[in-house]
């Protein structure tokens, strides 16, 4: 029995038509809302190496991508085969060499400690093994390393207890919507 429950708590990708839906949502909010105003409040710097996890379109870790520059890196990791295309198109057509994509629903296959800053933004509300994921982040990330958060399905207290209900993470600012935590 514990093995079916934990067989139910992995995370399926949604099919190709909700995610063409989706990505064509994304790109008007990101008209509206460009990916950059929400960077600019996560601790991404030129240089950083930065995971975004459950990137979808891309639209993060694109900008990230152009802000961290030729000496830095971004992972881009999604659950969907789709999301992992687009990335790698954008990234094309933008002529960006520091992006790679990993498709994964939780093991990200990246060395221990080597993360600046993980980008959990919009879509923590959507995982189901959230301690799974979180340890797997908090594996990958760096001994000063970030977590920056932003998921408007919760609220504010909300995403704080539960991102360090596990003690893994230590919440030390929000800037507007996005919630930054240290890991301990």
């Known amino acids: 029995m514990l093995a079916i429950q934990e067989k139910s708590k992995k995370d399926k990708p949604m099919g190709n038509t909700h995610f063409k839906f989706m990505e064509k949502h994304f790109k008007k909010r990101d008209k509206k809302y460009p990916p950059i105003n929400k960077i600019e409040k996560t601790k991404i710097k030129k240089g950083s190496i930065v995971l975004d996890y459950g990137c979808g379109p891309g639209s993060y870790s694109i900008t990230a991508a152009e802000v961290v520059g030729n000496t830095g890196k971004v992972y881009a990791a999604d659950i969907h085969p789709l999301a992992i295309e687009e990335v790698k198109k954008r990234a094309k057509e933008k002529n960006l060499k520091n992006v790679e994509t990993i498709l994964t629903d939780c093991d990200t296959s990246l060395e221990d400690n080597i993360i600046d800053v993980v980008l959990l933004l ?47 993470f230590k919440f030390v600012e929000r800037i507007d919507e996005v919630f930054n935590f240290i890991k301990v």
């Open 122 to 168: 919009d879509i923590y509300h959507d995982l189901s093994d959230t301690e799974s994921i979180l340890k797997e982040l908090h594996r990958v990330l760096t001994k000063e390393g970030w977590l920056s958060v932003d998921d408007h399905h919760f609220k504010d207290d909300e995403i704080v207890g539960k991102i360090s209900s596990i003690g893994l």
